[in-house]
């Protein structure tokens, strides 16, 4: 139980174009999921959380505009990357918590965004 | 805002071996979580173990266990009769009750030896 997808693993893109990633909460539903980014050989850093049916809150230094996190239904949250750069390419997790008051998240496999 | 500190980058032990990985936090608050996770080289996540602050006894997991010391703010983690898939990155992270958010150090990486 408690599976988390990502998709797509891998994507490149273009500089300039922009790319959606998704998150799905498989066999439960997660009131809130996370959006992490980790860069090569460093930890995870919290970009934002966002709960089902509301605004998204981002993590100081993390442009709203420029990472696009929808969270429409208890299963699905998508992550999009505006106007792609390269300095954005990196990887992107993201985490579920079940329901209100649970504090253990699940986390996704990831995925791997190159910009060119 | 709370800390995580992981002060050893990289370690190395032989097969079947014991080794322990150190951290520390910092935090004014008296209720939060612990958490060790294990990011192998597919890079799931995958959480190892886990402490609530409330509970003295220190968490076990089977080959894993953690020496939790409140007073000294220190989260260790040790992995007992080591194993090659044992190799991985390893993060400590913290979460205060009531706050969802985790805070995670720098990991260690560990290297298990054959």
């Known amino acids: 139980g408690a599976v988390v997808s990502q998709h797509p693993s891998r994507v490149i893109c273009k500089s300039g174009t922009s790319v959606k990633i998704e998150c799905r909460s498989l066999d439960f539903q997660a009131t809130t999921m996370f959006w992490y980014r980790q860069f090569p050989k460093q930890s995870l850093m919290l970009m934002a959380t966002s709960n089902e049916g509301s605004k998204a809150t981002y993590e100081q230094g993390v442009e709203k505009d420029k990472f696009l996190i929808n969270h429409a239904s208890l299963t699905l949250s998508t992550l999009t990357v505006t106007s792609a750069h390269p300095e954005d390419s990196s990887f992107y997790i993201c985490?579920?918590?079940?329901?209100?008051?649970?504090?253990?998240?699940?986390f996704g496999p990831g995925t791997r965004l190159t910009v060119t | 805002a709370q800390t995580v500190t992981q002060s050893q980058p990289e370690m190395s032990v032989q097969e079947a071996e014991t080794v322990t990985l150190s951290c520390t936090y910092d935090?004014?608050?008296?209720?939060?979580?612990l958490f060790w996770y294990k990011q192998p080289p597919s890079r799931q996540m995958i959480l190892v173990i886990r402490?609530?602050?409330?509970?003295?006894q220190n968490a076990t997991e089977n080959r894993f266990s953690v020496n939790f010391q409140k007073a000294a703010k220190s989260f260790s983690l040790k992995i007992s009769d080591s194993q090659l898939g044992d190799t991985a990155m390893y993060f400590c992270a913290f979460m205060n009750f009531g706050n969802e958010k985790l805070t995670f150090g720098t990991g260690t990486r560990l290297t298990i030896i054959p």
């Open positions: 985490s579920a918590r079940t329901t209100r008051g649970s504090y253990e998240q699940y």
């Open positions: 935090t004014s608050e008296n209720n939060y979580y």
């Open positions: 402490q609530e602050a409330y509970k003295q």
